[in-house]
């Protein structure tokens, strides 16, 4: 599984411009699913079983980025906008790849640094040529690393949650499933969770789960939340942009429960997930979340514990290869 998080995080793919993780995760899940399709809008598909109830699995593809809007005259110099939530603090001397290969560094004007005009990237190769042109997107680059059962990558949000599905995938080749279970694997969540809403239209779920990070309160004057990495599978009850119906959380907590499988409570006080969105489509759907406990997320070091990822994997493919009564 640490192989495939390693290739999932280190590839490429900022809101809007999935092409290469998505065709990463479609030879992944080739022989996994019944049925694969992608959307209009880039969502990829997977369809497992074929039982009467409805059951969405969403993990997003995209990640937080940038993109190239201005050359600074005769420089290699790039301002550029955000795609999705960038924190300013995060940005000095980090780097970011661009689509065509070229490493940019972002630097920031005279010490300042607390809006993103004052940022730019250097592009600069010394042969005088523009390298990127203007509009181009990048996502920022860092390869995983590890610590013990801890990895520590850039786009674990939200490429542990493909993880978790894929995973799921495959334990559900093995076990079956009395559902059909449709693994959507989104796009433009960072920007407003869009593909989650376009792909709940279509596939009309009777119940969805959104595969997620979720912060941790277990940082130095970190969050006031009970959280913690390596405390089992985060089940959400509550964040600004969710109210998780208590059934489906009792649904959640239950087979946890039956199963031995380690679990904490999660109320997020800032941020949501592609369940906000998905909630809201056709006639309405019960929707929840299964988190994954993240440190510094929307950073280019997010942690995980491998422990927890394997209680998301486990809860999950109990939840969806049991009849579901919601
Ligand atoms: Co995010
Ligand atoms: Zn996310």
């Not at 955000?82 to 005279?110: A, D, H």
């Not at 080749?173 to 694997?185: D, E, I, Q, R």
């Amino acid at each position: 599984m640490k192989e495939l998080v390693r290739k999932l995080t280190e590839a490429w793919g900022p809101s809007g411009y999935e092409h290469h993780i998505r065709q990463i995760i479609r030879e992944e899940v080739a022989e996994l699913a019944d049925e694969i399709t992608v959307d209009p809008l880039g969502n990829l598909i997977c369809r497992v079983g074929d039982g009467e109830k409805r059951v969405m699995v969403a993990a997003h593809m995209d990640e937080i980025g940038v993109m190239a809007t201005y050359r600074e005259k005769k420089s290699g110099y790039m301002r550029f906008a955000n795609i999705g939530g960038l924190s300013p603090q995060t940005l000095r001397g980090n780097r970011v790849k661009f689509e065509n290969g070229v490493i940019g560094v972002i630097g920031v004007e005279g010490g300042k640094g607390d809006s993103l005009d004052q940022f730019f990237i250097d592009t600069d190769d010394a042969s005088g040529e523009q390298t990127v042109p203007e509009g181009s997107p990048a996502g920022f680059w860092r390869p995983m690393d590890e610590r013990g059962k801890r990895l520590v990558g850039k786009a674990m949000d939200d490429r542990i949650g493909c993880v978790v599905a894929i995973e799921t995938m495959r334990k559900l080749k093995k076990k079956k499933t009395p559902n059909s279970v449709y693994f959507a694997f989104t796009v433009q969540e960072e920007v407003g969770l869009r593909g989650a809403r376009t792909a709940a239209h279509n596939i009309n779920p009777d119940v969805a789960v959104a595969l997620d990070v979720t912060r941790t309160g277990d940082e130095i004057h970190g969050a006031k939340m009970s959280v913690k990495l390596g405390g089992g599978a985060a089940i959400k009850v509550h964040d600004p942009g969710l109210v998780v119906p208590p059934a489906v959380v009792d649904w959640m907590v239950n087979r946890a429960e039956a199963d031995g499988i380690p679990y904490q409570r999660e109320l997020l006080s800032g941020g949501t997930t592609d369940a906000a969105a998905i909630q809201l489509t056709n006639a309405g759907v019960p929707s929840g979340c299964i988190s994954i406990p993240c440190r510094f997320i929307h950073t280019v070091s997010e942690t995980v514990d491998l422990d927890d990822v394997q209680a998301c994997i486990d809860l999950l493919s109990g939840l969806v290869s049991n009849p579901v009564s919601l």
